[in-house]
């Protein structure tokens, strides 16, 4: 693993910055390619429109979770690292927050499905999410406790997981998060061939991506530890999936009473 791929002059190449913009651009590509498939070529557009947006958001809400609820404790005492992204530090759940945001407020903007939109996306988030773990790989951050054995990532000088362990193997944390995310994000191009209520691919993505993440914490060695010994993104787990088991019922409620109440 290398934190830098190379210099041009005295400007770093650096593989976290790298590898977080091929998971945004082959996430925005699979989304995009997924929705003039689907014929929805007008939607594709919105998709187009929205990608900077969206990606701002992202940015801001995963750099305000990771700075105020994952560390604030480190970031009060070192202000100005609080905008330095690229020394890592950038929550996935936060920029899924981020983002929602800004889709709610385009959507009704433009008088678009949420659901919709939301469902198009999650194959291409997730996959998305993937990639970056591999950022976190290189940058050395994320990183999971010790093994307690002969076994282990062991990361090099420079690093945050060398500075807080040392020379000690450590769990493979981001890496099977990455691997997870993999196989999440075939299981929702599965999914895409049955006829799902809207908005139950997207649900089904945060419920799966979130129960995954509640277990892979437990192996993470740079989460602060709370109530229940829960980490940040532990909770932030619990209350995303159980907001999606309750849309989901709410939106089956409702799709049933459509139906319903439509002519024979």
């Given at each position: 693993m290398h934190q830098y791929l190379g210099f041009i002059g005295s400007f770093p190449i650096r593989s976290y910055s790298l590898l977080f913009m091929l998971a945004i651009l082959l996430g925005i590509g699979v989304t995009v390619t997924l929705a003039k498939l689907q014929k929805k070529d007008e939607l594709a557009g919105h998709l187009l429109n929205l990608a900077v947006p969206m990606i701002i958001g992202a940015i801001i809400g995963s750099r305000f979770w990771a700075v105020f609820l994952f560390d604030w404790a480190y970031y009060s005492q070192h202000p100005e690292?609080?905008?330095?992204?690229?020394?890592?530090?950038?929550?996935?759940?936060?920029?899924?927050?981020?983002?929602?945001?800004?889709?709610?407020?385009?959507?009704?903007?433009?008088?678009?499905s949420f659901w919709e939109l939301?469902?198009?996306?999650?194959?291409?988030?997730?996959?998305?999410q993937s990639i970056g773990r591999d950022a976190n790989l290189m940058n050395g951050d994320a990183f999971g406790d010790p093994t307690g054995g002969n076994w282990g990532i062991l990361y090099p000088e420079g690093t945050?997981?060398?500075a807080t362990f040392g020379d000690q193997p450590l769990f493979p944390a981001e890496v099977w998060e990455g691997q997870m995310d993999v196989v999440i994000f075939a299981i929702l191009m599965l999914l895409l061939q049955k006829r799902l209520t809207r908005g139950f691919l997207f649900l089904i993505y945060n419920v799966l991506y979130n129960l995954g993440r509640f277990f892979l914490e437990m192996l993470r060695g740079d989460s602060h530890r709370f109530l229940f010994?829960?980490?940040?993104?532990?909770?932030?787990?619990?209350?995303?999936?159980?907001?999606?088991?309750?849309?989901?019922?709410?939106?089956?409620?409702?799709?049933?009473?459509?139906?319903?109440?439509?002519?024979?």
């Open positions: 690292e609080i905008i330095a992204v690229w020394h890592g530090g950038l929550s996935i759940q936060g920029g899924v927050v981020g983002a929602i945001l800004v889709a709610i407020w385009y959507v009704r903007k433009h008088n678009i939301a469902d198009l996306c999650a194959p291409g988030l997730i996959l998305g945050n997981a060398r010994h829960w980490t940040t993104a532990q909770w932030t787990s619990v209350i995303s999936i159980l907001l999606s088991v309750g849309i989901g019922w709410y939106l089956h409620i409702k799709q049933k009473q459509t139906t319903s109440e439509s002519p024979a």
